[in-house]
């Protein structure tokens, strides 16, 4: 009998042991199962986040918020008709730019600042800014800035911005006439800014 309960007790510890072990087996199973669902939900999370972005310029490549100076001191100068190379108030000259996104995988928005205080010195207004390409919208959303808006959806490799900035150099009292080299030498500094569009409003600037 003694032999029986001891047979007994051993028997438990046993079914004990292998009841521990199952137990822990799943307890194994479980926390792996969760720690690969959170590992694949990380993975799919990092991936989403991290989009190409190439986007050219005036075949300069720029990165996000990195702002971008340019320069128009040479820009085209519509009909010169006048002798001695003379540029007479009243003529126009433009500028273009063109922005490339390239195989961007997200909406770009771009903010086209121009300084203007040295070109009205000299009588030059900007008179026009349009996108000439894609038939883009420019919006004025600052009284130096202009914005415009690239969708992901309509970037396939091909798509193209291009930005014709039109200035005037408007009659002074003075009627003199300036050399054409020193009207070209007038700065007209812009920036570029190229961000990540994520669905904000784009308000058109109304002056005070």
Known sequence: MW???????????????????????????????????????GKG??????AKWVIVINEKNIVSEQIEEFNLGNFNIIG????????????????????????????????III???EAEENNIFLVEIIETEANNTIVRTGEN????????TVIDGNY?????????????????????PEILSVKIPMQVKVTQYLGEQIKEYEEE
């Open 160 to 180: 193209i911005n291009n930005i014709k900035l039109t200035f005037k150099w408007e009659e002074d009292t003075s009627g003199e006439e300036i050399v054409l």
């Open 145 to 152: 800035t202009y914005t415009g808006i690239i969708p992901f």
């Open 80 to 111: 010169i008709n006048t002798s001695n190379d003379k540029f007479t108030p009243g003529m126009s000259g433009y500028f273009e730019m063109e922005i490339d996104p390239k195989n961007t995988q997200v909406s770009i928005r771009y903010d």
């Open 115 to 117: 300084d203007n205080e």
């Open 3 to 41: 032999k029986n309960q001891a047979n007994d007790k051993k028997n438990v510890k046993r079914i004990l042991i292998l009841l521990s072990l199952i137990a822990l087996m799943f307890t194994i199973y479980k926390i792996s199962q969760i720690y690969a669902l959170f590992y694949t939900q």
């Open 45 to 50: 999370s990092i991936n989403q986040e991290i």
